[in-house]
Nanobody, 125 residues
Framework: QAQLVESGGGLVQTGGSLRLSCAAS????????MAWFRQAPGKEREFVAA????????DYADPVKGRFAISRDNTKNTVYLQMNSLKPEDTAVYYC??????????????????WGQGTQVTVSS
């Protein structure tokens, strides 16, 4: 059973950057496909990005493509989300999620087995 803890959120101005981290414990991290989701106030939680177990394949939602980058370090049991050129519409609570098998191609919440508690990202205009 994996436990996930996100960090790195905060307040940033439009056009700025943040890097989120998600540290995993329990289970075998390298066997999990990993993803990031986000939930803005009053909206449904939505898919942001996914990463294969090896880190070699990625999948991005259209609104973040070209601005965000997901990566992982299996030696540190950590997945990252580098967010550049941030916009006010990126404001949300960001959640890390793990899936026991592949994650690339899986964009629905119910397809993920483990979740972190979330970290707030606020982009001011």
């Amino acid at each position: 059973q994996a436990q996930l803890v996100e960090s790195g959120g905060g307040l940033v101005q439009t056009g700025g950057s943040l890097r989120l981290s998600c540290a995993a414990s329990g289970g075998t991290f390298s066997s999990y496909g990993m993803a990031w989701f986000r939930q803005a106030p009053g909206k449904e939680r939505e898919f942001v990005a996914a990463l294969s177990r090896s880190g070699g394949r990625t999948d991005y939602a259209d609104p973040v493509k070209g601005r965000f980058a997901i990566s992982r370090d299996n030696t540190k049991n950590t997945v990252y989300l580098q967010m550049n050129s941030l916009k006010p519409e990126d404001t949300a609570v960001y959640y890390c999620a793990a899936r026991r098998t592949a994650a690339v191609g899986y964009r629905q919440q119910y397809e993920y087995n483990y979740w972190g508690q979330g970290t707030q990202v606020t982009v001011s205009s």
